[in-house]
């Protein structure tokens, strides 16, 4: 049997967390059992709908690397399949017009809750056996089942069995003719091969209703996984307070996909202790059994934990094209520096994203407005001038062509032999007096990547502000 795992999104915004994490699972599983996953567009809510979000989620899936082998199919051109199934149920018995009006309905609720009882349609019309005529409002209802027990056996929370009695004659075509929701999925999940739903469980409600659905249309039931919901630091569910911002945002930030689908992965499912693993190893390793029973908690600093692993084992080039397209975002020309290759090679180590990195070697690619203030206090004192004059000669007189670690190590060791000076008194201001902040690479590759004329001018540039300290104090 050919495994077939769906990934259906609504298009009613963009791809968040949890819908990346439920993409990530069906992904994860088809690859793993060698099958196939199904891209299917749930948009029979015409008024929440729309093209640019359908656009915004096949964007945010195609970044993640998350592909599919069959769709993209959207429900909306899908309603005749829907109608002819409709109809099958109601000739077979299985469904049936129903008749009563919204004040009908209303007045049934109203008693019922009166009555300390759980709302439910009475099944007024189910045995009718009347098809409505020209021009009649009806709606058509599916007959679940009137006694026993609807069971399935869930490949995460185990077996679940729902009293038959606690399921109500759903709508499954309104008066508009339009399906519902729970017709449409299991039409799909059934035309489309589905054998594996894996989906979060704010849909555990859902699948008793499905279930007989499935039954009447004389279909085998898929197995069924229902991933626990992520939440927030604070247990509630993840919204946008939690910063659950569209998947693509994360791109913005300089996360890298890898490292998302990592986390994400994590987020629910465990191998072991582990925590880094690359997509391939999760296709691996993946197994609906480890899906953890409880929910996940959302935390960012994991993540940018996660992202930091993902760029020290990234390939060079590539970080150097996304360095290189961050500082682009940043107004910064990447070619008026150092070459991004030798920008990431320093900064690998000390960025946990991309747009950290470009923060933090900015003022390699364009001069800094001002030095951070508290670096400029505690490191270009009066006392300092001397050393920083020195090493402005000492640097000139390096060849431009010669402009290597090893000479530049040489000539910041002539000025400590002559100041009797520790590396420790002018690392500190060089640092500050370069890159305006007191915190970049090593003091070799911090000045190589400078360049030559960027460090001396920016010597000078640092003793003009000392001496207008001197002057001002
Ligand atoms: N379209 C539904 C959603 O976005 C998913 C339905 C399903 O997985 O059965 O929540």
Redesign the pocket.
Known sequence: MTVVTRF???PSGHLHLGGARTALFNWLYARHCGGELVLRI?DTDRARSTQASVDAILDALQWLGLDWQRGPYRQSERFDRYAEIIRRLVDDGHAYHCFCDAARIEALRESQKAAGQNPAYDRHCRDLGRQPSPGEAAVVRFKSPLAGRVAFDDAVRGPVTVDAAQLDDLVIARSDRAPTYNLC?VVDDIDMGVTH?I?GDD?TNNTPRQIPIFHALGAALPVFAHVPMILGADGRRLSKRHADVSVLEYRAQGILPEALLNYLARLGWAHGDREIFSADEMVELFDLAAINKSAAHFDPAKLLWTNQQHVRAAPRPRLAELLGAHLEQRGLNPAAGPPLADTVAAFAERAQTLQEMADKSAWLYADFDHYDPAAAKKHLRPAAAPALQALREAFAAVADDDWSAAAINRAIESVLEAQKLTLGRIAQPLRVAISGAAATPPIDATVQLTGRARTLSRIERALKWIAARTAAD
Do not use: A, C, G, Y
């Open positions: 259906p999104p609504s749930e999925v739903i989906r849909h």
